[in-house]
C-alpha cells in the first residue's frame, strides 16, 4: 500500500479489527528513530511512504516488532524477552497524551484512528489531581494570552466541586428519623418523610402511624418537584403564584409527580452541591417544611428551601 499525503512521508496500514485504512503523518523524529533502527530485512520507505501491514501475520510487521524490542533493550537495558508491540506503545502514547499533556478526547481520538467512547474507556483516567492540572494549564495559557503574566490559584476548593457527597442509607434513615422527632416536637399531625438521592431515585421512605394513603405521593412530589427543578418548593409554590401556566406545564412533563407547596427541600453538601431532596407531608406546607429542614441539618447536610 502506498499512500502518498503531499510532501513528505506517511504510515500507512490496515487495522485488523476494523479493516480501515490508515495513514499517519511521519514527523523528522519518527523517521530518525526508524533509521536508528538500524539495516531493516527490507527498505521500509517506498515512494516516500513508511509500509507496515497491520494484520498480526504479516514478516514485516513483525520483523518491525523485533527490531524495536531490539533497540530498546540496547538503549534502556529492557530484556529482549519482556513483552513489548506496538500496542502497548500505542497505549503509553494515548495515556500520556490524555492524562499528562492534557490533549482533548477528540484529538486523542482522531491521532488514534479510534472513536472518542473506545478512547474514554481504555485510556482516561480524569482523578482530581489530572483535572487540577489540566484546569491550572489552560488558565496560565489565557494568562499568557491577555499578558497578564503568571496565573497561580488554589484550585482546592474548585476541584472539590466534583468530590460529592452521597446520601447514604444511614443518613437517609438519620434525617427521617429527627424529621419525625422534629414533628413530635412542635406537636403536629403524623408525617410521611421520602427521600431522594443524587439521582433522584427514593433511597429511603417511613410513614408515621395514622398516615393517610395519598401522604407518600404528595411527600414524593414536593421531592421530585424541588429535585428536578434545582430548587425547594416553596420557590416552586412561588412561581406557580407568578407563572400558574408554567408550573402546569412542567407539572404535565413530570406526569402529575410535581407538587408545587412547601415541603419539598433540596438537600446540599458542604460543597453546595445538590446531592439529593427531601419531601415531607402531613400537616400544613410550612410545618412540613420544618420537619424536612430540622432532619437534613441533623444529618449534617445543608437545607436549600429555595
Same mark, same amino acid.
Given at each position: ?7 513528505? $512521508? ?8 476494523? *479493516? ?39 514478516? $514485516? ?5 523485533? #527490531? ?18 506496538? #500496542?502497548?506503545?500505542? #497505549?503509553?502514547?494515548? /495515556? ?22 473506545? =478512547?474514554?474507556?481504555?485510556? &482516561? ?6 483535572? &487540577? ?12 494570552? =491577555? ?6 490559584? %488554589? ?19 438519620? /434525617? ?5 422527632? $422534629? ?5 403536629? *399531625? ?6 431522594? %438521592? ?21 411527600? #414524593?412530589?414536593? &421531592? ?17 403564584? !407568578? !407563572? ?10 413530570? *406526569? ?41 441539618? &441533623? ?8
Amino acid at each position: 500500500m502506498n499512500t502518498t499525503m503531499g510532501a513528505g $512521508k506517511v504510515l500507512s496500514g490496515r487495522r485488523v479489527k476494523t *479493516n480501515q485504512k490508515y495513514t499517519i503523518p511521519v514527523t523528522p523524529k519518527l523517521e530518525g528513530f526508524i533509521n536508528k533502527l538500524g539495516p531493516l530485512p527490507w527498505q521500509p520507505f517506498v515512494d516516500d511512504n513508511l509500509v507496515v501491514y497491520y494484520n498480526g501475520k504479516s514478516s $514485516k510487521y513483525m520483523m518491525l516488532t523485533k #527490531h524495536i524490542k531490539r533497540s530498546l533493550s540496547k538503549d534502556i537495558g529492557w530484556d529482549e524477552d519482556f513483552t513489548l508491540s506496538p #500496542h502497548r506503545l500505542r #497505549h503509553t502514547f494515548a /495515556i500520556r497524551q490524555l492524562n499528562h499533556f492534557g490533549f482533548s478526547l477528540m484529538v486523542v481520538a482522531r491521532m488514534l484512528r479510534d472513536t472518542e467512547q473506545t =478512547v474514554r474507556k481504555n485510556y &482516561a483516567d480524569y482523578n482530581d489531581d489530572f483535572i &487540577a492540572r489540566t484546569f491550572n494549564k489552560e488558565m496560565k495559557s489565557m494568562a499568557i494570552m =491577555v499578558n497578564r503574566g503568571s496565573y497561580d490559584v %488554589d484550585l482546592t476548593e474548585t476541584i472539590s466541586c466534583f468530590n460529592w457527597e452521597q446520601i447514604t442509607l444511614e443518613k437517609a434513615n438519620l /434525617i427521617i428519623q429527627n424529621s419525625i422527632k $422534629k414533628a413530635r416536637e412542635i406537636k403536629i *399531625n403524623p408525617i410521611m418523610v421520602v427521600i431522594l %438521592d443524587h439521582r433522584g431515585a427514593i433511597k429511603a421512605c417511613l410513614g408515621e402511624d395514622g398516615i393517610s394513603s395519598l401522604r407518600f405521593k404528595i411527600a #414524593h412530589g414536593k &421531592a421530585n418537584g424541588a429535585f428536578q427543578m434545582g430548587m425547594g418548593s416553596r420557590a416552586l409554590f412561588n412561581r406557580a403564584e !407568578q !407563572q400558574a401556566y408554567f408550573i402546569n406545564a412542567v407539572n404535565a412533563l413530570t *406526569n402529575g409527580e410535581l407538587v408545587p407547596v412547601p415541603g419539598g427541600v433540596l438537600i446540599r453538601d458542604k460543597n453546595n452541591n445538590i446531592i439529593g431532596s427531601v419531601g415531607i407531608s402531613g400537616d400544613t406546607s410550612d410545618n412540613d417544611e420544618i420537619a424536612a429542614v430540622f432532619g437534613i441539618e &441533623a444529618a449534617g447536610f445543608k437545607p436549600d428551601i429555595g
